[in-house]
């Protein structure tokens, strides 16, 4: 690895495994980095660093194999506690110091991140704009005159211009996802309650999350796997698995909003990078499907306009009555509105959103994930400081609903302008679709071979994924409806199923299809070389999720095994002999969705 370029967590990762590099080496580059780039509004604080290169070189003692992020440099936003560090919320009032590590930052320590510093944030983390500080403005690396986008503009900002490899961040109205655009890096808001938030100074309790920037989709998913769990330390902490990336889908069905209802606030450059994008998507073979946009616009309003300004206003009342001068004046101008709301208010929009939420869960029902832009625009700091509420509020057009609709999110490059603005999209899909996210949009920035960050660093090979099942999983082969894209697939995917393969049979096989509801195919094994090669699917599910989902298996079909192209046998779906009886065989469309596609005139 170069001395100067900025890596990737995976690089990093294996360079200290090969001994190439150690980690204190890693370690003291970080912080010459830091004070090369001499932009002391990107940290509020730094680590001493004699301590973080004792803890780096502690590490020869433990097994390397087993530490994810093993020597890793890592920046925490200044609202997430980390021992030995002030916590501020960008707000020196409010300053203490917090005893022990916030679940996230234990975490990662654990998997063998070394933590260098807090950063910059719009105080309170209320703004999508990174200019609401004390501490002063970070300077975007990207573009010197744009705003660094907040509120985790430090984080963004770190590792944008290659002084971490990885930064953590918070999203409630888009804060992980609007500085990823604006940096060209990617912001990975999982699902709520995936990472604790133990130990995160609230922006909006019920709708927070940590957040996660990095250079690649496969770093930031290494840590959210490393920090994801239930914690009993927070009551809004979840138990849900969180998967593994797995293969492109070869059917993969988009959201996009209908035409005409995107809003660029002008901005053709923006618009016309939108389009490129679905392009692209359409080239690696999804399929886009309008669906009705403007009920999410209405969530997204109701989250300033709404009762959960009141959230942010409890974080700060206290301050508010005894040093109101502490805040800055467009924060406090904000949460201040959250006194005057009253309970009939909040149930009030409480109702509309639960059937907000029962729209969005329809929208979602006909695709796998839509697709929109992070932002619509991208604003200079001297236009946001002239106009502060309104050019903010306009970069949450995308951003404000997500947390409140219980969505997961990734944010990608998409493009990097002509006038040097950088582009970017987000992909969204119902909480619990973390993995999937993820599977799609590692394969779509890697499509772009966009430079990452501020560096001009090159995107490295999407590493291979591991096409097999876990010591405690079982493989299933799909070779109808519970094809990805096909009426059954959520079955498998509420099971914490994940893709492994699409391949094919040996030529042993006939298709039929069955006279059921809805439509299915039944697979029969005929002498060897007597059929036809039909396309399936391989799937992998714990032992516990296999013994679920086959107990709920219908007749006439079963599982047994089934011989592959390749030689291998894997379990798989098969008929009874006896409900081919008057079925019509299909082997000749060679699969499933061959056969539904001309079915239906597709």
Not at 68 to 73: D, I, M
Not at 369 to 377: E, K
Not at 598 to 602: N, S, T
């Given at each position: ?6 890596e ?11 001994a ?19 932009d ?5 604080s ?13 590490l020869?003692?433990k ?12 920046a925490?936003?200044?609202?997430i ?15 203490y110091d ?16 070394i933590i ?34 907040g509120s ?41 309650g ?13 709708l ?20 994801a ?13 969180l ?12 959201g996009?909003?209908?035409n ?21 998507w ?7 499907i309008e669906f009705?946009?403007?009920p ?51 149930f ?8 907000l ?11 796998d ?9 991208a604003?200079?700091?001297a ?7 309104e ?17 997961c ?5 998409a ?35 966009l ?22 999983e079982?493989?299933v ?9 096909m ?19 040996a ?14 195919p ?31 298996i ?7 095994t ?14 009874e002999?006896?409900?081919?009886n008057?079925?019509?065989?299909i ?10 596609a ?5």
């Open positions: 690895m170069g001395s100067d370029a900025p990737t967590v995976a690089a990093i990762v294996a360079a200290h495994r090969a190439t590099m150690t980690p204190a080496q890693t370690v003291a580059r970080c912080y010459q980095r830091i004070r090369a780039h001499n002391p509004a990107v940290f509020i730094l680590r001493d660093e004699n301590d973080a290169l004792a803890e780096a070189e502690a020869a003692a097994d390397a194999n087993a530490l994810p992020l093993l020597g890793v440099p890592v925490v936003k200044d609202n506690d980390v021992k030995g560090m002030a916590t501020t919320a960008a707000c020196p009032a409010f300053s917090p005893a022990q590590d916030s679940t996230a930052a234990a975490k990662l320590r654990a998997a063998g991140a260098i510093g807090k950063t910059n944030l719009d105080q309170f983390a209320t703004g999508l704009v990174g200019v609401r500080s004390p501490y002063g403005i970070p300077v975007n690396p990207v573009r010197s005159d744009l705003v660094p986008g985790s503009s430090g984080s963004a900002v770190a590792v944008s211009a290659g002084l971490v490899p990885l930064a953590l961040g918070t999203d409630t109205a888009g804060s992980g996802r609007v500085p990823a655009m604006l940096n060209n890096i990617v912001g990975l808001k999982p699902s709520l995936l990472i604790s938030n133990a130990g995160l100074v609230p922006a909006c309790r019920t927070d999350c940590i957040s996660v920037f990095s250079f690649t989709v496969d770093d930031a998913m290494t840590a959210l796997t490393a920090m769990g239930p914690d009993g330390a927070d009551p809004y902490s979840r138990d849900r698995p998967g593994a990336v797995s293969a492109f889908p070869e059917k993969l069905r988009l996009v909003p209908r005409g209802q995107l809003i660029f606030f002008g901005d053709r450059a923006s618009e016309n990078a939108y389009g490129e994008a679905l392009e692209r359409t080239q690696l073979g999804a399929t886009l009705d946009l403007e999410f616009y209405e969530t997204a309003r109701l989250l300033y306009e709404g009762p959960w300004v009141a959230e942010r206003y409890l974080v700060i009342r206290d301050l508010l009555a005894s040093s109101p001068d502490s805040i800055h004046p467009v924060t406090r101008e904000i949460t201040a509105a959250g006194a005057r709301l009253t309970a009939a208010d909040t009030a929009s409480l109702y509309r959103l639960q059937a939420r029962r729209v969005a869960e329809r929208s979602f029902a006909n695709f994930a839509m697709v929109l832009p992070t932002a619509p625009t604003y200079s700091t236009q946001v400081l002239a106009n502060p509420i050019l903010n509020s306009r970069l949450g057009t995308y951003t404000n609903f997500v947390n409140l609709l219980d969505l999110g990734l944010a990608l490059p493009a990097m302008r002509a006038d040097g603005i950088p582009f970017g999209i987000t992909l969204l899909a119902p909480a619990g679709r973390d993995a999937q996210l993820a599977s799609i949009g590692r394969v779509f920035h890697a499509d772009t071979k430079k990452m960050g501020a560096k001009g660093l090159t995107q490295p090979p999407l590493a291979s994924l591991p096409a097999a099942a876990g010591a405690d079982i493989t082969a799909v070779v109808g409806a519970h094809l990805s894209g009426a059954l697939n959520g079955e498998l995917q509420a099971l914490g199923a994940r893709l492994l393969e699409a391949t094919t049979t030529p042993d096989y006939k298709l039929y299809a069955l006279d059921t509801t809805p439509p299915k039944g697979m029969l094994r005929v002498d060897a070389g007597a059929g036809s090669a039909i396309k399936l699917e391989l799937w992998t599910l714990s032992a516990a999720a296999f013994g679920k989902f086959v107990a709920a219908p007749p006439p079909l079963g599982i047994g089934i011989r592959l192209a390749d030689g291998r046998g894997v379990k798989g779906f098969v008929v002999p006896a409900a081919i008057g079925a019509r065989d082997s000749v469309y060679g699969g499933w969705r061959a056969f539904m001309e079915k239906v005139g597709v």
